[in-house]
């Protein structure tokens, strides 16, 4: 017997309050996309707002939209607290801490965002 006639036997066996109790087989087989960064950076100049050339989070580089990379470069993708800094060429250095909250769970929803994005405005003042 397959994985996917056990699971429609379970479900029916356990009537849908079964199912909903159980959201690994209510999600078996579906194939979640990646999930969004959970920190979006978007750094300006603080004193007019504009664009920074030359600006990176963590040392890597930020155009005008970036996400949160963690100093191994890899994406947060997670909920939790995580330190960055911000620099660019004739700019102040900027540290920031950002919180990203866990998300509330919704019974029966496959590939739900464990978190909530955060988008946060970074400005850097000229030296």
Known sequence: MNILRLSLLVCAWGGMGGCSETP?????????????????FR???????????GARINGFPCGSVCPGQLPDGGVVEEAGTFDFSAEAPG??????????????SIPGQCCGIPFVPQQRDVPLMPL
Do not use: F, K, S
């Not at 750094?43 to 050339?53: I, R, T």
């Not at 700019?91 to 509330?104: F, H, K, S």
């Open 43 to 53: 750094v300006l100049d603080g004193a007019d707002g504009g664009n920074v050339p």
């Open 24 to 40: 690994a087989i209510e999600c078996l087989g579906v194939q979640c996309g990646p999930l969004p960064p959970a920190i979006t």
């Open 91 to 104: 700019y102040q250095d900027r540290q920031l801490e950002v919180t990203v909250p866990p998300a509330a």
